[in-house]
């Protein structure tokens, strides 16, 4: 399926009996299940099982290529969401099947494609972009408040207060649930919204402050650190640390 979006489109809660690949040629989408987001910026996928429910908004016009396949036809993948690097042949591949309607095995051609595209996802990466939600209502509150700004500088303990419970139970909460100490929840809350800035088009400084980073060196800093590359380099063309595609 190929489609492209405005600004500000939400995709509502669905599910798909076969497993699906949602590819981001340029914008970026923001999956969301009961287990958690994901992020999904230009040039990158994500994998999506079948039945599971989700939704996708789409803060900015974003061109989305989608991929739907026979379950565990590809068993390298998790059965559970995940953002996946795509290299430039994959790319390739996913927009040159988007070109049918469906891919028939019985098709010579059509088979190699399907074989081809198998072999590839076999082999992609995952990228930490999943921001795992918690259950336990205290944390989820806790949650909430960091969201509703990300750039909130007051201590943890004081949040942890105001949801009702010391910092010491909403970790334990955090570890159980997200795997995730309340710290990495925070930081990594701050990675997923920076990146829907920075595709928006918002410049770094801006992004920096409005995460939460006093300066925008601390901030790339932070992004290299978990990306492998700056804000700027990652937006471009979708490369890799090493200058090739992801």
């Known amino acids: 399926m190929s489609h492209d979006f405005p600004a500000a489109d939400v995709v509502p809660v669905h599910f798909h009996h076969e497993d699906q690949l949602v590819y981001a040629c340029q914008g970026v989408m923001t999956v969301q299940t009961s287990e958690g987001t994901w992020v999904v910026p230009p040039q990158r996928a994500v994998w999506i099982p079948g039945r599971t429910p989700h939704s996708i908004v789409i803060p900015g016009p974003a061109s989305m290529r989608a991929l739907y396949l026979r379950p565990r036809l590809v068993r390298s993948l998790p059965r559970n969401c995940c953002v996946l690097n795509v ?21 010579r051609i059509q088979a190699h494609l399907v074989d081809v595209l198998v072999d590839q996802l076999e082999t992609v990466q995952a990228v930490p972009l999943q921001l795992p939600s918690p259950s336990d209502q205290r944390a989820v509150k806790v949650a909430d408040l960091l969201s509703a700004d990300p750039g909130d500088q007051r201590a943890l303990e004081e949040i942890c207060r105001i949801a009702g419970a010391s910092r010491r139970t909403i970790e334990r909460v955090f570890q159980q649930e997200t795997h995730m100490t ?4 925070r930081q990594q809350l701050r990675l997923t919204r920076s ?38 380099r990652y937006f471009e063309n979708g490369a890799a640390p090493d200058g090739s595609a992801p």
């Open 195 to 232: 990146l829907q800035l920075l595709a928006a088009g918002e410049e770094v400084t801006h992004v920096a402050l409005e995460t939460g980073y006093s300066t925008p060196s601390s901030f790339i800093a932070m992004f290299k650190r978990v990306l492998g590359v700056t804000p700027g």
């Open 87 to 107: 290299s430039l042949l994959l790319k390739e591949l996913i927009v040159h099947a988007c070109k049918f309607p469906t891919l028939n095995r019985r098709i």
């Open 182 to 185: 309340l710290g990495e929840w």
